[in-house]
């Protein structure tokens, strides 16, 4: 049976839910969902992993702690199939770790794990690189033929996943910038009345002089109109 036909409607299905965004969505989330999926969905796969490389940065995720070990170790190692996809970008194929000659020391490492064979695809999708390992506790769990297959629905999935998931992280930050800026004018805002109440000068006056101020202490007009309204409020609360 070739990856053609391992690829159900079910694995399909589960791969495009990834895509799906709520307010608990997280880049972790979405990589986790990937791995377990991927478990769970290709046939004879025990277990799978992803690294994301961003800004030479890492995450690594997968659907068992021991396999995020094992791939964190091939780059304490130097070897192994995750290494190999990320540095030549083709996949990479243990068909039985028993038997592997290129990687002795991560063949060692993944039968302790109980890994047999091992797939690794790698994805590109720009500006990040993915790299997504099935493992099976049974030798030859995956077949060379239609790998091909499986990688461009990964890459099609994952794209789809990944490029919602980086829109929505901006429109986060982009609102809590917002909150933050709007609560700082507030904030500002608040400032300007105690001092015009004290001084009896104008709004603009007001602010000209947290600007003074912010600039002879080296602080964030905002910080220091904190800072006032707190003073202020605290001074209340003892009267």
């Not at 986790?32 to 046939?43: D, S």
């Not at 277990?47 to 170790?73: F, K, M, P, Y």
């Not at 993915?130 to 297959?149: I, K, N, Q």
Request: hydrophobic share 40%; aromatic share 4%; net charge negative.
């Amino acid at each position: 049976m070739d990856f053609k036909a391992m690829i159900t409607p079910g694995l399909a299905r589960d791969l495009a839910a990834l895509g799906r965004l709520s307010e608990e969505t997280s880049t972790e989330r979405v990589l986790r969902g990937l791995t377990t999926t991927l478990a769970t969905g290709v046939p004879g796969c025990s277990g799978g992993s992803v690294e994301q490389w961003r800004d030479s940065r890492v995450l690594v995720s997968a659907s068992h702690s021991e396999l995020i070990t094992l791939v964190e170790a091939e780059r304490d190692l130097g070897e192994g199939p995750s290494l190999e996809a990320r540095k030549t970008g083709r996949r990479a194929t243990v068909p039985d770790v028993l038997h592997e000659a290129r990687w002795p020391r991560y063949a060692t490492l993944a039968v302790s794990y109980g890994v047999r064979s091992v797939l690794v695809l790698p994805v590109e999708v720009a500006p990040a690189q993915f790299v997504v390992g099935l493992y099976s506790v049974r030798p030859d769990a995956f077949p060379v033929e239609g790998a091909a297959a499986l990688a461009d629905m990964l890459a099609e999935q994952l794209s789809v996943a990944m490029a919602n998931m980086w829109d929505f992280d901006e429109v986060r930050t982009g609102a809590a910038q917002l909150q933050e800026a709007l609560a700082g004018r507030s904030l500002i805002d608040q400032a300007k009345g105690i001092i015009m109440k004290a001084s009896g000068c104008s709004a603009e006056d007001a602010f000209e002089e947290l600007r003074r101020v912010s600039q002879q202490h080296q602080i964030k007009v905002a910080d220091l109109a904190r800072q006032l309204v707190e003073e202020h409020q605290r001074g209340s609360r003892r009267r």
